[in-house]
């Protein structure tokens, strides 16, 4: 994604001067978003010239940071699509590496939570002062406490990263939600706690009711896509002049190219929502949630661009949305939903430089 050098690890390094700096958000989006956001990956990369993990900032999100610190430990986007496929990889970082995509996280629906609220504190607290919070922490704070085990995805990335690994040692930036606080934490940048890189994904992907909370540094932590599904906001202040963001869970607006704010965004989110025609409650509340995802997403690409950054936005079609079906996790859909994805991000990005 960046035009600068890399270090013989494959890890980005200093860019030159004059150099433009780029950062690249990966969304969240379970097994289903990351099959999308690969193929999508792809098709920036082909359409820009720039490989991926070369970005001056890679900022992820739930499966989104699972991505991120692979591309950080310099894992090509190909090497991740052809991974996806099943394909052997005979070089690089994921070279001989076993991943069980159908069944490392536990299969398409979760074991049953424990009985009881998952954080009472946080409850408390934002029944108190519910400004302070996004309306999902509040909900995340009711749910009862996941069973399920993220410890898969940190044996992947740990495999990579080592276990002395740390994200404030590459490009990469995590964001989990403390479920004690409800605060949004960025592992890897200057006071937040230091943590392991599988630590700081495996914290990220941990979505309430779903997976157990993940201890860091004393405090349990939950999916950062609690707070936003792609918290692109958080790229603000890093110096960069250009971000492209990948958003699984949002919607495209604009069938001809990336989704894009401005005049008119009301609009075509109503003509979604008439062309959208989910069946069954879950695939109901799963399209309600990109709309709201959609909403929050274009509200932080405003605040980059009000701060001089450009901005490229891309997220899923009708089509795409039609392959995944409404449940993120199904692992049966995987290698669909990254097909589809490769044509219609290509078809998207035609003529993006």
Do not use: K
């Amino acid at each position: 994604m960046v035009t600068q050098a890399s270090t013989s690890d494959g890890r980005a390094a200093a860019p030159a001067a004059g150099a433009v700096r780029r950062g690249l958000v990966l969304g969240g989006g379970g097994m289903l978003g990351a099959a999308w956001t690969i193929g999508a990956l792809c098709a920036v990369e082909e359409a820009t010239g720039h490989r991926s993990g070369r970005a001056e900032v890679l900022l992820g999100t739930s499966a989104g940071s699972i991505l991120g610190a692979l591309l950080a430990g310099g894992v090509r986007a190909e090497e991740l699509r052809d991974h996806q496929r099943g394909l052997p990889i005979t070089s690089g970082p994921l070279a001989g590496v076993d991943f069980d995509y159908e069944t490392a996280v536990g299969g398409a629906l979760p074991p049953r939570p424990r009985a009881g609220i998952g954080s009472p504190g946080l409850l408390r607290d934002a029944v108190r002062h519910p400004r302070e919070y996004p309306w999902l922490t509040m909900v995340s704070a009711v749910v009862p406490t996941g069973r399920g085990s993220v410890a898969p995805v940190g044996e992947l990335v740990r495999s990579l990263a080592g276990p002395g690994g740390r994200p404030q040692d590459t490009a990469l930036r995590v964001v989990a939600v403390d479920y004690r606080t409800g605060r949004r934490v960025v592992f890897g940048d200057p006071g937040a706690p230091p943590v392991e890189t599988a630590e700081a994904v495996m914290a990220s992907c941990a979505i309430p009711g779903w997976f157990a909370p993940v201890e860091v540094a004393g405090s349990p932590y939950v999916d950062g896509g609690c707070w936003s599904a792609t918290n692109a906001d958080l790229m603000l202040g890093r110096g960069l002049d250009e971000v492209y963001v990948l958003a699984p869970m949002a919607l495209r607006l604009h069938p001809r190219g990336p989704a894009e704010p401005g005049r008119g965004t009301l609009s075509a989110l109503r003509e979604w929502r008439e062309r959208d025609r989910p069946r069954g409650v879950l695939a109901q509340l799963v399209s309600r949630y990109r709309r709201s995802v959609t909403r929050q997403l274009l509200r932080e690409a405003r605040q980059l661009r009000s701060a001089g950054i450009r901005v490229q936005l891309l997220a899923p079609t009708l089509e795409d949305l039609a392959v995944m079906g409404p449940n993120m996790m199904d692992p049966a859909r995987r290698g669909a939903v990254l097909e589809t994805a490769l044509r219609t991000s290509r078809a998207a990005l035609a003529g993006v430089h």
